[in-house]
Nanobody
Framework: QVQLVESGGGLVQAGGSLILSCSAS????????MGWFRQAPGKEREFVAA????????NYADSVKGRFTMSRANNENKAYLQMNTLEPSDTALYYC???????????????????WGQGTQVTVSS
């Protein structure tokens, strides 16, 4: 089991950038596929990005492709979400999630993830 803590959120102008971090404590971080999800006010939580255990496979929502990049550093027990060219529609609470998974596998399904952080707020002003 891992415990997840997100950081790096904040207020940024449209067109700007932020890097979100997800720090994991516990055992065997490299056994977990990781994901980022977000929930905007009045909307359901949605998939943003996912990365496989070793970082070789990534998967993105269409709305963030080409703007967001997910990565991980297993030696640091961390996952990252680099967000560029931010838009007001990216405003949301961003969650990090983890799932035990085979190598090279990712998932967009929230139900596949067993561990969740508390979230970090990202606000993009126009």
């Amino acid at each position: 089991q891992v415990q997840l803590v997100e950081s790096g959120g904040g207020l940024v102008q449209a067109g700007g950038s932020l890097i979100l971090s997800c720090s994991a404590s516990g055992r065997s971080f490299s056994s977990y596929s990781m994901g980022w999800f977000r929930q905007a006010p009045g909307k359901e939580r949605e998939f943003v990005a996912a990365i496989s255990r070793g970082g070789r496979t990534t998967n993105y929502a269409d709305s963030v492709k080409g703007r967001f990049t997910m990565s991980r550093a297993n030696n640091e027990n961390k996952a990252y979400l680099q967000m560029n060219t931010l838009e007001p529609s990216d405003t949301a609470l961003y969650y990090c999630a983890a799932r035990l998974a085979p190598p090279y596998m990712t998932s967009q399904r929230q139900a596949d993830y067993s561990e969740w952080g508390q979230g970090t707020q990202v606000t993009v002003s126009s």
